[in-house]
């Protein structure tokens, strides 16, 4: 199989309709008592990679069947421009879809899996082949077409789903976990393949993962779900950086909470240390403060808080080497673990650290997150 990571080809141009925005509102699911989606709104940007980022079981893909018709909700709106869906049949809302299994057809060759959406909408046979000649080209597939699909590779078998998702040029592609059976390396690669996909396609374009580092990598938003409820709708940055709850901040990335508690004088300290202002409105509830590991210096023995510094003591419980990296674990004073993470080739002294040693850790004021504590 082909290895460059730059496998589509640019220049293959593949019209899709005006790409068209979603208007979620209100939506919600419910299977007996259980709400698999909790009165949803989201707005989808017409050309957007959005991706629904939440544990198994938090509503994805029920989301997605709902965008794409194949669930019936039990209320709420889903507007595709300014049409309303609801009532809308699958085949007649031009949504491509690439399922949580591929759903090929076992028993046709790759060119009449293609086909098959092309058929149900009574493409006449000669634009038939071209366009599915023009989608093995966009997916790298070209001279593969006459094989059945026992004879490809997983990925290979991938982007035949893909294929079919857009050879009929929807005007929304919706991807359940198009990845997920592919080894680490391939899927990095298909990652950053599907992103040039979407970007020569630009169509508007909902993807699921529960693999955080996926989202970050491939989304403009996130839409963080758990238990039918969106917790936050993002760009990658702001849900890294600014999580608004403490379910976001432990879901995207490492990171360690440490309980504030309020001073008299409308501040929030940790171990008698003054870390940040009392957020507006927020001096009747507790609050937690986020910490990235890579947001964590080992700082002097000498090292004391000041205007833009916050310092702690710890002792190093474990040190790892990783490579181009240190992880090293470490307990605050009141029992807390934090990890830190070094850059292995300049900061030689986390490489060094034994455990039971008391060191000074730091970061940067400006690098602080608080969020409420608790599932808020
Ligand atoms: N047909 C069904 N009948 C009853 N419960 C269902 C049905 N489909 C889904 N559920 C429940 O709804 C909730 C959401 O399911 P959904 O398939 O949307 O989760 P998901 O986020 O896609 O999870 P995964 O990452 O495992 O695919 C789950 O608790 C699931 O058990
Ligand atoms: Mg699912």
């Known amino acids: 199989m082909d290895t460059s990571v730059s496998a589509y080809n640019e220049n293959t141009h593949v019209e899709s309709d005006q790409a068209l925005p979603i208007t979620i509102s209100g939506l919600t699911k419910r299977y007996g008592s259980l709400y698999a989606l909790n009165s949803v709104d989201l ?3 017409s050309g957007e990679f959005l991706t629904l980022l939440g544990p198994s079981g938090s509503g994805k893909t029920t989301l997605l069947m709902a965008i794409a018709g194949f669930n019936r909700p039990d209320s709420g709106s889903i507007r595709f421009g ?20 591929y759903a090929l057809f076992p028993h046709m060759s790759v060119a009449q899996n293609i086909a098959f959406p092309l058929k149900l909408r009574g493409v006449k046979a000669a634009e038939r ?5 023009e989608a093995l080209e966009t997916v790298q597939l070209s001279g593969l077409g006459d094989r059945t699909i026992d004879q490809l590779s997983g990925g290979q078998r991938q982007r035949v789903a893909l294929a079919r998702a857009f050879v009929f040029r929807p005007r929304i592609l919706l991807m359940d976990e198009p990845l997920s059976a592919l080894d680490k390396k ?15 396609l630009g169509v508007t374009t909902v993807y699921v993962t529960h693999d955080q580092r996926e989202a970050l990598t491939m989304s403009d938003r996130i839409a963080v779900i758990n238990d039918g409820l969106l917790m936050q709708v993002d ?3 702001i849900i890294y950086n600014q999580p608004v709850n403490a379910f976001v901040a ?21 171990g008698g240390q003054e870390i940040v202002q009392t957020p ?15 947001r964590l210096e080992i700082a002097d023995k000498q090292a004391v808080p000041n205007e833009s510094l916050i310092v702690f003591d710890g002792v190093v419980r474990e040190s790892v080497f990783q490579g181009e990296s240190a992880f090293v674990l470490l307990e605050l004073s009141d029992g807390t673990e934090l990890s830190l993470r070094a850059g292995g080739g300049t900061d030689s002294r986390a490489q060094r650290l034994q455990p039971g040693e008391q060191i000074k850790i730091s970061m940067q004021r400006h690098d602080v997150i608080v969020i409420p504590a608790g599932q808020e």
């Open 43 to 45: 707005e989808i940007r």
């Open 186 to 200: 391939l899927r990095e690669r298909m990652q950053i393949e599907l992103k040039q996909l979407h970007r020569q």
């Open 82 to 101: 300014d049409s309303e869906m609801i009532l809308m049949p699958p085949h007649q809302r031009n949504v491509g879809m690439v399922f949580q299994s």
């Open 235 to 237: 760009t990658p940055e």
């Open 129 to 133: 082949l071209s366009r599915v000649n």
């Open 280 to 294: 507006v409105s927020g001096t009747d509830r507790t609050w937690s403060m986020v910490i990235r590991p890579e």
């Open 250 to 270: 432990d879901f995207i990335g490492e990171s360690a909470m440490l309980p504030l508690t309020h001073t008299t004088n409308g501040i929030l300290e940790f």
